[in-house]
RNA sequence: GCCGGGGUAGCUCAGUUGGUAGAGCAGGGGACUGAAAAUCCCCGUGUGGGGAGUUCAAUUCUCUCCCCCGGCA
């Protein structure tokens, strides 16, 4: 039986500085680079999303950066069908895939494969919201533990994202949460090398902080006014990353540009945070620091030689 | 200087007919199966501006001092 294709994954916090080591990784080796972060696939949003430059990305094959409009959804299953095709792709060029990026469930959906739950129709999905609005979460959450009792217990009655999208696979498909998630999922289809790269919090702040002004000098306001052109609806899911709503705040007169920064780097700095709790779950990284660089690129290789 | 309004959690503020106080945000911890940069859960002792008085009991009432914000001079 043919071993497994190897590829590499590069997770960790925002700002940690894993574009930077991918690119050094393309230095010793035909490597593709590969986004794992649901954020930097907007187009109208490459400096606010810090995705790599376009002179960064000549340096290598980069797959799945700024190819959806800003009204467009990717989901965590669609992003793992585009991440698989976009592997192979490098597989059979003859190059190394390199993951990267800072969402959890990108990579899990990918690594460990998600449930292959059908579309649901949309109205099933809008009608539940409006029921969720009209009747409150702990009415859908009690409707929920009639059917699935075991998903139920697992989450809270607020959570209004988790039990309208348990309910609205129950009314679309007729099976439960529990029972798409007790499917067995295939194989692990690669042998992967597990990379994080951190700082502790009060370390990274100061760089999260540094790197909003680099966005500002870049002119990210500018190109947060452009994508308000082309797309002026603040609820559109481009616009849901961080420094694009804040941005949109400050274009829109709510707040001074100096207020701006500060919601900015305070929601980039608790997201680092969530990040950071997601990824330490994780038993199969091993961790760097960003100063580790050559630590890691060695481990990398010898992990290749292996 | 006078007249008001304030001084309560890191910040913005609420409340206590007198029985030593609680929200939002921030901060800390956690969860995470198709919107995940999302969504959600748990965590609140703080010289109640300082001092004095009344009272069994004062953050609350009284006096006084200090500081802030308006207005008048």
Not at 106 to 119: D, N
Not at 191 to 200: C, F, I, R
Not at 283 to 298: C, H, I, V
Request: proline share 7%; charged share 20%; glycine share 8%.
């Amino acid at each position: 039986m043919p071993q497994a294709p190897r590829i590499i994954c590069l997770a960790g916090p925002t700002g940690a500085g894993k574009s930077a080591i991918a690119l050094a990784l393309a230095d010793l080796l035909p490597i593709s680079v590969i986004n794992a972060d649901s954020r930097q696939v907007y187009r109208d949003f490459p400096i606010i999303t810090a995705q790599p430059s376009p002179e960064e990305q000549g340096r290598c094959p980069h797959a799945l950066y700024g190819f959806l409009g800003c009204r467009e959804k990717i989901s965590a299953g669609r992003y793992a069908q585009k991440a698989g095709a976009a592997i192979a792709q490098s597989l059979a060029q003859g190059r190394l895939p390199v993951l990267v990026g800072g969402t959890g469930l990108y990579f899990k959906s990918l690594l460990q494969g998600i449930a292959e739950i059908p579309a649901v129709d949309e109205a099933i999905s809008r009608t539940l919201l409006e029921r969720w609005d009209a009747e409150g979460g702990q009415v859908l959450h009690r409707e929920l533990a009639a059917i699935d009792p075991a998903y139920a217990a697992k989450i809270h009655f607020n959570d209004r994202q988790r039990v309208l999208r348990a309910l609205e696979v129950w009314q679309g498909t007729g099976k439960t949460f529990t029972w798409w998630h007790a499917r067995p999922l295939p194989a692990p289809a690669f042998q992967t090398l597990n990379l994080g790269l951190a700082l502790p919090l009060d370390e990274l702040t100061p760089i999260l902080g540094a790197r909003i002004r680099i966005m500002l000098k870049a002119d990210a306001p500018g190109e947060a006014r452009t994508a308000l052109e082309r797309c002026p609806d603040p609820a559109a899911p481009g616009w849901s990353g961080i420094g694009c709503r804040e941005l949109y705040g400050y274009l829109q007169g709510e707040y001074t540009l100096e207020e701006c920064l500060t919601l900015w780097l305070r929601n980039t700095r608790a997201y680092a945070k969530r990040q950071l709790t997601w990824f330490r779950a994780d038993q199969s990284l091993a961790w760097f620091r960003p100063e580790e660089s050559k630590t890691l690129l060695g481990a990398a290789l010898r992990w290749l030689d292996s």
